[in-house]
T-cell receptor, first 109, second 113 residues
Framework: GQNIDQPTEMTATEGAIVQINCTYQTSGFNGLFWYQQHAGEAPTFLSYNVLDGLEEKGRFSSFLSRSKGYSYLLLKELQMKDSASYLCAVGDSNYQLIWGAGTKLIIKP | DAGVTQSPTHLIKTRGQQVTLRCSPKSGHDTVSWYQQALGQGPQFIFQYYEEEERQRGNFPDRFSGHQFPNYSSELNVNALLLGDSALYLC????????????FGPGTRLTVT
């Protein structure tokens, strides 16, 4: 079957760093995506990893290990506006995205 | 450059009724995918339309049907609504059916009472 796991909720402090983990088991793999979704809004694209390693984009970085079926999203210098859900999704062999349930990130002052 | 648009924004229906949701893709995109997102869950793939045909379908009953028009816009129809159909319905468009790069619309919040 297809399974994507990520923590339900995490809490962090403004200005700090937080790492959101994602593990996956899917039939076929064509990349791993991270999306941000504010409450009541559509998901917006953050990052895409298809090869092992770290991709850095400003305050956000994403890591992938294909052999371990593992990824993480690293958020640095947290801001209150980073409070949102973070969704991990895997591209399957049919060019469809298989989604995790999302991690709700709560930022405290 | 207009992004993906959806209408209506919110909708309230009664069990057993039928509903039609609409989506216009981002300019230059020809593929539309529909997702259902229940509260606190990730999006679940319903189906994808390309060249006016349903190309792929997720694990949803036949009550869920769709259409794509020559201008690439799309409709999602749900018949015999159930309480469990209450969700945010997201439309995403992409360049082709073989692209992972999807742009999402703001969604339609459907409430079934």
């Amino acid at each position: 079957g297809q399974n994507i796991d990520q923590p339900t909720e995490m809490t962090a402090t403004e200005g700090a760093i937080v790492q959101i983990n994602c593990t996956y088991q899917t039939s076929g793999f064509n990349g791993l995506f991270w999306y941000q979704q504010h409450a009541g809004e559509a998901p917006t694209f953050l990052s895409y990893n298809v090869l092992d390693g770290l991709e850095e984009k400003g305050r956000f970085s994403s890591f992938l290990s294909r052999s371990k079926g593992y990824s993480y999203l690293l958020l640095k210098e947290l801001q209150m506006k980073d409070s949102a859900s973070y969704l991990c999704a895997v591209g399957d062999s049919n060019y469809q995205l298989i989604w995790g349930a999302g991690t709700k990130l709560i930022i405290k002052p | 450059d207009a992004g993906v648009t959806q209408s209506p924004t919110h909708l309230i229906k009664t069990r057993g009724q039928q509903v039609t949701l609409r989506c216009s893709p981002k300019s230059g995109h020809d593929t539309v995918s529909w997702y259902q997102q229940a509260l606190g869950q990730g999006p679940q793939f319903i189906f994808q339309y390309y060249e006016e045909e349903e190309r792929q379908r997720g694990n949803f009953p036949d009550r869920f049907s769709g259409h794509q028009f020559p201008n690439y816009s799309s409709e999602l129809n749900v018949n015999a609504l159930l309480l469990g159909d209450s969700a945010l319905y997201l439309c995403a468009s992409s360049w082709t059916e073989s692209s992972y790069e999807q742009y999402f619309g703001p969604g339609t919040r459907l409430t079934v009472t």
